[in-house]
Each structure stands twice: as C-alpha cells, then as structure tokens.
C-alpha cells in the first residue's frame, strides 16, 4: 500500500480569536496564502462563512493545478481542551531557525525549543492557547 499524503488538517481550538491573528501569519509564511471562512453549525455541517459570520477559517495553497490544494482548518470548539498532539511542518533549510524564533515570539508563540535529531532539526512552540507545533528541517538543508 501506497502512502498518498494528507490533503488537509483541521485543527480544533476552544477560541479562535485567540490564535486567529498567530495562525493568520504563520500559515501564509508556510505557503498556505489562500483564506476563506465557514461557519459549523452545531449540527457540525459546513456552510460558506465570511468576514462577519464564521467559526472556521482555512488556509490554502494558491496556484495549484492537476490536484487540489492542500489546507489547514482552524475550527473553533469551545468546548474543546487543548490536546497533546503535535503538528509538524517541513521548511526549508535548519539556517532558518534563528530567523522563524524570531518571528514566532513576535506572533505569540509560546515555548521555544529547539533539539537536534541527526538527520533533521526540530523547532517546538505552541500557538496562543497551547497548541503544539513544530517545524522541521532536514539536515545538511
């Protein structure tokens, strides 16, 4: 059997005006440029959102042919806790860190911690309510 990828994450959060902003900068910093909204009813069925009426933003790639776009959904559960689970993203080169550190501190991101795994790097930060999340970098990039 053949792994194909993930085609999208959604990410539940007790409050999305808490980390709306943060997910705001970093996900387009990530290459995921594109933004749309929804609303979930609490049925949990979609329907188009927008600028006044939403409770799940989502962020794609643009220019994309010959598939669909990959996304990340920030959903906003208000009864949801913050969970454990970890989201890892690939960028590009480890010389990156010091720059990213940087910039997540500036959007909230909470604590910082960087370990070496041999053959990739890893940056480990929350989001504003706790989410964790990491990137990665492979070594010798």
Same mark, same amino acid.
């Given at each position: ?46 329907? #188009? ?6 409770? @799940?933003?989502?962020?794609?790639? =643009? ?6 776009? &990959? *996304? ?28 990213? #550190? ?6 909230? @991101?909470?604590?910082?911690?960087? =370990? ?6 890893? &940056? *480990? ?17």
């Amino acid at each position: 059997m053949t792994f194909h990828g993930f085609d999208h994450i959604d990410l539940r959060v007790p409050s999305l005006a808490a980390v709306e902003r943060f997910y705001g900068w970093l996900l387009p910093e990530l290459g995921l440029t594109r933004k749309s909204y929804a609303y979930v009813d609490p049925g949990g069925d979609w329907h #188009e959102g927008n600028q006044e009426r939403y409770n @799940a933003v989502e962020w794609y790639e =643009e220019g994309v042919s010959g598939r669909r776009a &990959l *996304f990340f959904g920030v959903i906003e559960d208000q009864d949801m806790p913050v969970v454990r689970t970890r989201v890892a993203f690939r960028i590009a080169s480890l010389g990156d860190f010091p720059a990213w #550190e940087i910039k997540l501190r500036e959007a909230g @991101a909470r604590t910082m911690e960087v =370990e070496d795994h041999g053959k990739s790097s890893s &940056l *480990f930060f929350a989001d504003p309510v706790g989410t964790r999340l990491e990137l990665v970098a492979a070594a010798g990039s």
